[in-house]
């Protein structure tokens, strides 16, 4: 966890500009990154993360794990390239754990997908008892491995496919529109498309109008917040981190600006990552291919 002390702005500052280069850690040739691309995700095969993670490269070998924190270390420890993380949705909101894994680990985000959210019942009975699992795929899995006849599971439609499950009902969901963006964290940029979001992190000090004083960093300059969030401080009892989102490329000259003004005051300021924002990609384009310029 990084020491949230008033004097070390400047410092913090240009240790993340150096930690995020977009030039890092890019030794290895396109060829090289090709056969070695593993993704890790959270959950069974069939969980959501696992089709997000497919959308970066349908052909990747994945690697399923147990935990958020699981799919931080396969990146870290380096069988896995990539990791993929839900992070927010359009109907629970944010996924704070990954929000303070991300301060937690020097891992930088490379990139984003959207995911719609679309559940089926594998099996249908009167009288259900609901028992939770840790994740959606996990629950076909447990009844599919002890061949539980007297229960049903909510999961997608690949886990169905995966366990050998019938989907009796397709797209019990309470809002259609029910979608979830996922980050993805890697040790080198994933690809060449040029980076036009930024997520940082930063702390403010406790008096009037130090929020105001922030964004304003970012209005004057006509950069497009599109998320603000707050997170306690472990042991800081009520300060806060503040997560945002800026629809600019971190080296835009007036995204540079406004993140070297926000570390004038900032007690604490890191970037957590540059990278290209989502795009739905063409009815008749695969998912993946934006991506795979360098993969």
Same mark, same amino acid.
Do not use: C
């Given at each position: 966890m990084?020491? !949230?002390?008033?004097?070390?702005?400047? #410092?913090?500052? @240009? #240790?993340?500009?150096?930690?995020? /280069?977009?030039?890092?850690?890019?030794?290895?040739?396109?060829t090289a990154i090709q056969s070695a691309?593993?993704?890790?995700?959270?959950?069974?095969?069939?969980? !959501?993360?696992?089709?997000? *993670?497919?959308?970066?490269?349908? &052909?990747?070998?994945l690697v399923p794990c147990r935990g958020f924190e699981d799919v931080f270390? /396969?990146?870290?420890?380096?069988?896995?390239?990539?990791?993929? +993380?839900? $992070?927010?949705?359009? $109907?629970?909101?944010?996924i704070h754990r990954n929000f303070d894994l991300l301060l937690e680990n020097h891992l930088p985000i490379v990139g984003e997908i959207e995911l719609p959210v679309v559940h089926n019942l594998l099996r249908t009975l009167s009288g259900v008892e609901v028992i939770a699992t840790y994740d959606t795929a996990g629950s076909a899995k447990l009844i599919a491995e @002890?061949?539980?006849?007297?229960?049903?599971?909510?999961?997608?439609?690949?886990?169905?496919e995966v366990f050998g499950l019938n989907a009796l009902r397709t797209s019990i969901q309470d809002y259609e529109h029910n979608v979830t963006r996922? +980050? $993805?964290?890697?040790?080198?940029? +994933?690809? &060449?498309?040029?980076p036009d979001k930024t997520t940082l992190v930063f702390t403010l000090p406790n008096e009037p109008g130090a929020l105001f004083k922030a964004l304003s960093v970012f209005a004057l300059r006509g950069l497009d917040l599109t998320k603000l969030e707050s997170r306690p401080i472990p042991g800081r009892k009520w300060?806060?981190? !503040?997560?945002? &989102?800026?629809?600019?490329?971190? &080296?835009?000259l007036k995204c540079t600006r406004a993140l070297?003004?926000? *570390? #004038?005051?900032?007690?604490?300021?890191?970037?957590?990552?540059?990278?290209?924002?989502?795009k739905p990609a063409p009815a008749d384009t695969p998912a993946a291919q934006k991506f795979e310029s360098l993969a």
């Open positions: 990084e020491s !949230f002390g008033g004097t070390e702005s400047a #410092e913090t500052w @240009q #240790e993340v500009a150096a930690f995020n /280069s977009p030039t890092l850690e890019l030794s290895h040739s396109p691309m593993r993704i890790a995700y959270q959950g069974e095969p069939g969980a !959501f993360s696992e089709a997000a *993670a497919r959308q970066v490269k349908a &052909d990747a070998e270390e /396969s990146v870290k420890a380096g069988p896995a390239a990539y990791g993929v +993380l839900p $992070i927010e949705n359009t $109907i629970g909101g944010s @002890q061949k539980m006849s007297d229960a049903a599971a909510i999961a997608s439609a690949r886990a169905a996922f +980050l $993805i964290i890697g040790r080198r940029p +994933l690809s &060449d498309v040029p300060e806060y981190l !503040f997560y945002a &989102d800026l629809s600019a490329a971190r &080296d835009d070297s003004h926000l *570390a #004038e005051f900032a007690p604490m300021l890191r970037v957590l990552g540059s990278y290209p924002s989502y």
